[in-house]
């Protein structure tokens, strides 16, 4: 079974300041990884994936990822945050050729101070 | 497209009653979830329908009534709720295996007086 570490519960940031997100992932096998954004009182956004090819992913907003095979790692990255990406961000992970049911992180809170 | 949406946005209903929570999509996509969600905590996932069939139940009290009337449609029967049972229902979608990215809907907030 594969397995999410979202070390950071909280992480408070300065506008126009760089973050990072840290996930890590437990898995045997070859994963799908997944960056979802939830904004208070909606759904989860998808921010961006990791099937396969290049392990530098973009996604929406301006937010980038690096899949780390070696460090079982899929951080989050943006290089100046805005108050407005103020939200609980997700990882999550799925088997490739297996169960395709996501298992998710705990979450990260990112708050942006002005 | 990639949108799923939910009906009602809202909903505060008493332990005695029923209701029903709605999810539509309208792109192809053979699985269908749902999942309840706390606050500040991940999604747990309740069900899950794969070319609409019951093809995961969590352990979900029956209380919980899901149905796949076609393949865009999910409804969550709901009757004789708990109070803890209040929290934000997400319907969620992809388009079936090995394609396996999951799209949410915006949500229903579940209110269980």
């Known amino acids: 079974a594969q397995s999410v570490t979202q070390l950071d519960s909280q992480v408070p940031v300065f506008e126009e300041a760089p973050v990072e997100l840290r996930c890590n992932y437990s898995s045997s096998v070859s994963v799908y990884l997944f960056w979802y954004v939830q904004y208070p009182n909606q759904g989860l956004q998808l921010l961006l994936k990791?099937?396969?090819?290049?392990?530098l992913v973009k996604g929406i907003n301006g937010f980038e990822a690096e899949f780390n095979k070696s460090q079982t790692s899929f951080h989050l990255r943006k290089p100046s945050v805005h108050i407005s990406d103020t939200a609980e961000y997700f990882c999550?992970?799925?088997?490739?050729?297996?169960?395709?049911?996501?298992?998710f992180g705990r979450g990260t809170s990112l708050i942006v101070h002005p | 497209d990639t949108e799923v949406t939910q009906t009602p946005k809202h909903l505060v209903m008493g332990m005695t009653n029923k209701k029903s929570l709605k999810c539509e999509q309208h792109?192809?996509?053979?699985?269908m979830y749902w999942y309840k969600q706390k606050a500040k905590k991940p999604p747990e996932l309740m069900f899950v329908?794969?070319?609409?069939?019951?093809?995961i139940n969590e352990s979900v009290p029956s209380r919980f009534s899901p149905e796949c009337p076609n393949s865009s449609l999910l409804n969550l029967h709901l009757h004789a709720l708990q109070p803890e049972d209040s929290a934000l229902y997400l319907c969620?979608?992809?388009?079936?295996?090995?394609?396996?990215?999951?799209?949410f809907g915006p949500g229903t907030r579940l209110t269980v007086l």
């Open positions: 329908y794969s070319y609409e069939k019951l093809s």
């Open positions: 990791y099937l396969s090819g290049s392990t």
């Open positions: 999550a992970v799925s088997l490739s050729g297996g169960s395709y049911i996501p298992t």
């Open positions: 969620a979608s992809s388009p079936g295996p090995p394609r396996v990215t999951q799209y």
């Open positions: 792109m192809g996509h053979r699985a």
